[in-house]
């Protein structure tokens, strides 16, 4: 079965800092990555996601996460943050598999708090 | 615009009461699924539909069922709702596309927030 870790549950960073929000993962076959953000009270949003190719992947809103397969890891960053930006912000993965499953698996989440 | 809808948004229930919360898309998405969010926690898959195929997960309590009637709404029945039932509830969507691997994207609703007095 796979895993999902997010190291830091809360991450305050000032409005037009960078930031970085870890990701790792654990599972015994290839898996597809995901980030979706979540405001208050609101459903999910998907951020971006990796399937194949290159490991870079930009998404929306100016975040971009490289998946390190050595590390197991898909770090999400963003190079300056916006007080708009403060959400919870949840990775997760899918096994690549043609199974009925495809469920996906999400971390904890992080809080994100960006601070005037 | 393609979306995702659930209502209501906010449901207030009394202890023992059934409920049912909607969901209903136009993404014409042939996937349906229902998760459970408690505070501060991640989403916890409880079932999907893929077309008219109910798939429950293992964990699932009996107390959650699901119905399906037609490719664009989805409801979730509470038949008797607990206090720790008291969560927000997301309909997510995707398109599955034979057996053919794909990182098919979920699309969620705005969730209902199910509070149990």
């Known amino acids: 079965a796979q895993s999902v870790t997010q190291l830091d549950s809360q991450v305050p960073v000032f409005e037009e800092a960078p930031v970085e929000l870890r990701c790792n993962y654990s599972?015994?076959?290839?898996?597809?990555l995901f980030w979706y953000v979540q405001y208050p009270n609101q459903g999910l949003q998907l951020l971006l996601k990796?399937?194949?190719?290159?490991?870079l992947v930009k998404g929306i809103n100016g975040f971009e996460a490289e998946f390190n397969k050595s590390q197991t890891s898909f770090h999400l960053r963003k190079p300056s943050v916006h007080i708009s930006d403060t959400a919870e912000y949840f990775c997760?993965?899918?096994?690549?598999?043609?199974?009925?499953?495809?469920?996906?698996?999400f971390g904890s989440g992080t809080q994100l708090t960006v601070l005037p | 615009d393609a979306m995702v809808i659930q209502n209501p948004r906010y449901q207030v229930t009394q202890f023992g009461k059934p409920v049912t919360l909607s969901c209903s898309q136009t993404?014409?998405?042939?996937?349906m699924y229902w998760y459970q969010q408690k505070s501060s926690q991640a989403p916890k898959l409880l079932f999907h539909?893929?077309?008219?195929?109910?798939?429950n997960e293992a964990d699932t309590p009996d107390n959650f069922q699901s119905r399906r009637p037609n490719t664009s709404f989805c409801f979730l029945d509470i038949r008797s709702p607990g206090l720790g039932d008291a969560a927000m509830y997301l309909c997510?969507?995707?398109?599955?596309?034979?057996?053919?691997?794909?990182?098919?994207?979920?699309?969620f609703g705005p969730g209902t927030r199910l509070t149990v007095l």
């Open positions: 993404l014409n998405h042939n996937v």
């Open positions: 997510a969507t995707t398109h599955r596309r034979g057996d053919r691997a794909r990182g098919d994207t979920q699309y």
């Open positions: 997760a993965v899918r096994i690549v598999s043609s199974g009925s499953a495809r469920q996906l698996t």
């Open positions: 990796y399937l194949s190719g290159s490991t």
């Open positions: 599972s015994s076959v290839s898996v597809y």
């Open positions: 539909y893929y077309d008219k195929d109910f798939n």
